[in-house]
């Protein structure tokens, strides 16, 4: 079964500070890849996506993420973090195959200290 | 305003009774999902929908139905066979175009009396 893995669980760090969440996908086949966030009582929403091309991908506030097909990996970073990006992230990958089923990573608490 | 409205906020359940949770969107989707967030395990797919009379079941489906009569429409029954239903529920939707986000909705918080 596809599974998605995020390394990190819990992240804290201090403003100014560089980001980096890791994510692993087991899938095989072509895949499309997302991050979401969740700041804290707020909807679920989209940060970034990659389904082609380009393997760097620029999302929104300043992240980006890098699709390396080779280690079936899409992680996520930041070069200069803000208290205001303390969120939960989550890292989803699309199964493929003519249905749109997404599947998720556990997920990573990220606390930044002013 | 376009998007996806679950109620209720907050659900309780008594032991051995059936509870349903609403999600309606007016986004003109097809594909409508259900995900259960718990702490530390990110979300779970319980059912999914990819057109109106027809759903499949998702990674975690026992103890839970649904039902698709309505394009807009994707209700969650939490069953009695359901033994830990604690948790955080996450409505969705998209277009099903493959390259297409998810919409979410605020969720309910479902906990047993």
């Known amino acids: 079964a596809q599974s998605v893995s995020q390394h990190n669980h819990h992240v804290i760090l201090s403003e100014a500070a560089s980001l980096e969440l890791g994510c692993n996908y087991s899938?095989?086949?072509?895949?499309?890849l997302f991050w979401y966030v969740q700041y804290p009582g707020q909807h679920l929403q989209l940060l970034l996506k990659?389904?082609?091309?380009?393997?760097l991908v620029k999302g929104i506030k300043g992240f980006e993420a890098e699709f390396i097909k080779s280690k079936f990996s899409f992680n996520l970073r930041k070069p200069s973090v803000q208290w205001s990006d303390t969120a939960e992230y989550f890292c989803?990958?699309?199964?493929?195959?003519?249905?749109?089923?997404?599947?998720f990573g556990r997920g990573t608490s990220l606390i930044v200290h002013p | 305003d376009g998007g996806i409205t679950q109620s209720p906020k907050y659900l309780f359940r008594k032991e051995g009774q059936n509870v349903t949770l609403s999600c309606e969107q007016n986004?003109?989707?097809?594909?409508m999902y259900w995900y259960r967030q718990d702490p530390g395990q990110g979300l779970r797919l319980i059912y999914y929908?990819?057109?109106?009379?027809?759903?499949q079941k998702g990674d975690i489906a026992e103890g839970y139905s649904v039902s698709r009569e309505k394009k807009e429409s994707f209700p969650l029954t939490v069953t009695s066979a359901q033994k830990n239903p604690t948790a955080f529920y996450l409505c969705?939707?998209?277009?099903?175009?493959?390259?297409?986000?998810?919409?979410f909705g605020s969720g309910t918080q479902l906990s047993v009396l």
């Open positions: 989803a990958v699309n199964r493929g195959g003519g249905s749109y089923i997404p599947t």
């Open positions: 990659y389904f082609s091309g380009d393997p």
């Open positions: 969705a939707s998209t277009r099903r175009d493959t390259n297409e986000k998810l919409f």
């Open positions: 986004l003109n989707h097809d594909a």
């Open positions: 899938y095989g086949g072509t895949v499309n």
């Open positions: 929908s990819q057109i109106v009379n027809d759903f």
